[in-house]
């Protein structure tokens, strides 16, 4: 079984985003980038599959600008067998992505597709979803349990209300939530090991896809910010604060 | 122009999210039709058709969408894509699951979690789990979009008769197939609709201790939730989770105990009316965001707060 993983370069999380000073954008000069953290779950998923030897294969790609490599060289330390990066001097929206993904994925024909519910920096939870209808296969988002036995998958994924279990039939996209597995760091005999395995480089504008752009990004701001209240210092102060002088308890 | 929004319900009942989602369509010119598909669901039907200011509700009922599937829900809902210019949805775990293959399937870039309309076609909507806002021009002729709730007052109930059109289901895909659910069985409200929410964060120090907060909660009416460092700690269960990774509150009073303040929570909750943090470190970010702040040992601070309530 051939698992394809696809992951994400973006702002390392612990990075405080704000707006370039002209509002066009986010300010991402000398930020620390990183593989999103949902990604990271997925491909910890895909090697524990492959672990427990139920695949053969795993194979790591992202769409991005050149020095998404450095992602995926983590990604291979972690445990994927090769790696693709489809190039683009953009960065492409979710639906164009999908298309590429669907491209890929015809090529390589895997049986499972690992990714993350969403990226840390749209924030968009779409990608996973459009390239399960393009490929015309099924899904299960937001993961926190994944069992194979033989040719059954059985997901259990995170509902608002509580927890949601499918079967699903391969070829399948299965999107990763946080409870999914604790990623492993990568040992440092393996980011050795990851700067021998394969990586291929595939300028996107040679798989004849159209990636324009269909939403404009007409401003960033920072959201309205809050002012402080005040600091009470007694439970009685604060109870009385909250039924004579905001009025939400009676 | 013309309006579809996607209803979320569980057969029985219409979920508030929808009411919100159709605020949202609301402020775009146009009429609004809900869509409703489910299984033996005359009972949101009816409720629906008290609806302000719907011009009509299109019904489906079959055991097909009993449980709502993404890849059926998605492939009915696309099938309408000539009768209207815009797809809305709530932005739930429901209407995230099916909303992006319809927008695949009509050939659409989804706006996803707007959190105000500008104009017919640009929207604003947080990036970075809340840190920025982004305002968004969508050039695509139709328009797939799901609506953060919180950011819009619902929709009124009252004695409209909104008119019902049932169409017929289309054929199973049978890609995915139900299993089960195990959905937490609470006698408080909903997290996002409690009108009091207090959530307990790593200061709590174990799943034990939030007895200390649903005792509080019962005699408030409120909902209890978490911040995502519990959850992560294994304090309780994920559905729990208030923030950018879990769901997005704005309750009359939020009361936040032994919660940092992390940003992924406060993108979470800091719509909320009234915010009340208690920790017992001063120097907490949560602190910044808060309304009425008490420096204070959480185990001290909620036997006593519970006893004078």
Request: negative net charge; hydrophobic residues 40%.
């Amino acid at each position: 079984m051939k698992i394809l993983v696809p992951i994400k370069r973006v702002v390392d999380y612990n990075v405080k985003v704000r707006p370039l000073s002209d509002n066009t954008d986010v300010d991402l000069n000398n930020v620390k980038m990183a593989v999103n953290p949902f990604c990271e779950i997925a491909l910890e998923e895909a090697v524990r599959i492959k672990e427990a030897g139920n695949a053969d294969e795993i194979i790591a790609i992202t769409v991005g600008k050149n020095e998404s490599q450095e992602q995926l060289r983590t990604a291979l330390a972690l445990g994927a067998d090769r790696a693709i990066l489809v190039e683009s001097d953009e960065l492409l929206e979710p639906l164009a992505i999908a298309k590429v993904l669907a491209k890929i994925s015809a090529e390589e024909n895997p049986d499972i597709i690992l990714m993350g519910k969403q990226a840390i920096d749209g924030d968009n939870n779409q990608t996973g979803q459009m390239l399960a209808e393009l490929l015309g296969v099924s899904q299960a988002t937001n993961a926190s349990e994944v069992t194979i036995e033989g040719d059954v998958l059985k997901v259990t994924r995170e509902i608002d209300g509580g927890l949601q279990t499918l079967q699903i039939t391969k070829p399948a996209i299965i999107t990763t939530d946080l409870r999914l597995n604790e990623p492993r760091y990568a040992s440092l005999p393996n980011i050795m090991k990851a700067k021998k395995k394969e990586l291929t480089v595939k300028p996107v504008t040679d798989l004849g896809i159209d990636v324009t752009k269909r939403v404009d990004v007409l401003s960033v701001e920072l959201p309205p910010s809050r002012e402080a209240g005040v600091m009470v210092e007694t439970v009685d102060d604060l109870l009385e604060k909250l039924r004579n002088e905001a009025k939400v308890i009676s | 122009m013309s309006i579809l929004v996607i209803a979320e319900h569980d057969n029985s009942n219409l979920k508030a999210g929808t009411l919100n989602t159709l605020a949202a369509a609301q402020q775009l010119s146009g009429d609004v039709d809900l869509f409703i598909s489910g299984n033996n669901h005359d009972g949101v039907i009816n409720e629906a058709k008290t609806i302000d200011g719907l011009n009509q509700i299109i019904s489906v009922d079959s055991e097909i969408y009993n449980n709502f599937l993404a890849e059926d829900i998605a492939n009915i809902v696309a099938s309408l894509e000539s009768e209207y210019d815009y797809f809305l949805a709530p932005s739930s775990t429901f209407g995230k699951n099916f909303m992006p293959r319809v927008a695949a399937k009509i050939d659409t870039q989804m706006i996803s979690d707007i959190i105000e309309i500008l104009s017919e076609d640009t929207y604003k909507r947080p990036i970075y789990a809340g840190s920025c806002i982004a305002t968004v021009k969508s050039n695509d002729s139709k328009k797939v979009i799901t609506v953060r709730t919180t950011a819009f007052d619902p929709v009124q109930k009252n004695n409209s008769d909104v008119p019902v059109k049932t169409i017929d289901g289309l054929t199973e895909l049978n890609l995915s197939s139900f299993v089960g659910e195990e959905l937490a069985q609470s006698d408080r409200p909903e997290l996002t609709s409690a009108s009091i929410v207090i959530s307990g964060g790593r200061g709590m120090q174990s799943g034990d201790n939030f007895h200390l907060l649903d005792s509080i909660a019962d005699k408030l009416g409120a909902a209890v939730g978490a911040s995502r460092a519990a959850v992560d700690a294994g304090f309780v269960p994920n559905d729990y989770q208030v923030g950018q990774t879990g769901k997005i509150v704005a309750p009359d009073l939020y009361i936040a105990v032994g919660i940092s303040g992390a940003i992924q929570h406060l993108a979470g909750m800091k719509d909320s009316k009234v915010i009340v943090a208690i920790n017992k470190d001063e120097d907490a970010p949560i602190f910044q965001v808060a309304d009425y702040g008490l420096v204070a040992d959480l185990f001290n601070a909620l036997p006593e707060i519970d006893s004078k309530l």
